[in-house]
């Protein structure tokens, strides 16, 4: 599985971004991980094929939505109400072998997000 993230930028605090990953070939479950400047990455949201079984981090939770466009293998993140912490690196990962958000054995180049206030 090949993942392409984009749709990266910079945008002021309460503002919005869409990120968007174009996926190619199959996979049990995809979702954004992200890494800010001298922290650990963490998990912020998947999703499950087979289902909309979904996944967010508490610190998102109301504010970004996960969906996914079956027709064009793209899954999107849609990011609203953006906050200086929301600063980091994003990546888009899948699992190819479970249908599990985690454990990704496939990794796409993050794409920068910065949430200035």
């Known amino acids: 599985v090949q993942l392409q993230a984009s749709g990266g930028g910079s945008v002021q605090a309460g503002g919005s971004l869409t990120l968007s990953c174009a996926a190619s070939?199959?996979?049990?479950?995809i979702g954004w991980f992200r890494q800010a400047p001298g922290k650990e990455r963490e998990a912020v949201s998947c999703?499950?094929?087979?289902?909309?079984?979904?996944y967010y981090t508490d610190s998102v939770k109301g504010r970004f939505t996960i969906s996914r466009d079956n027709a064009k293998n793209t899954v999107y993140l849609q990011m609203s109400s953006l906050k200086p912490e929301d600063t980091a690196v994003y990546y888009c990962?899948?699992?190819?072998?479970?249908?599990?958000?985690?454990?990704?054995?496939?990794w796409g180049k993050g794409t920068l997000v910065t949430v200035s206030s």
């Open positions: 070939g199959d996979y049990k479950a």
């Open positions: 999703i499950r094929s087979g289902g909309n079984n979904t």
């Open positions: 990962a899948a699992n190819s072998v479970v249908t599990y958000c985690g454990g990704m054995n496939h």
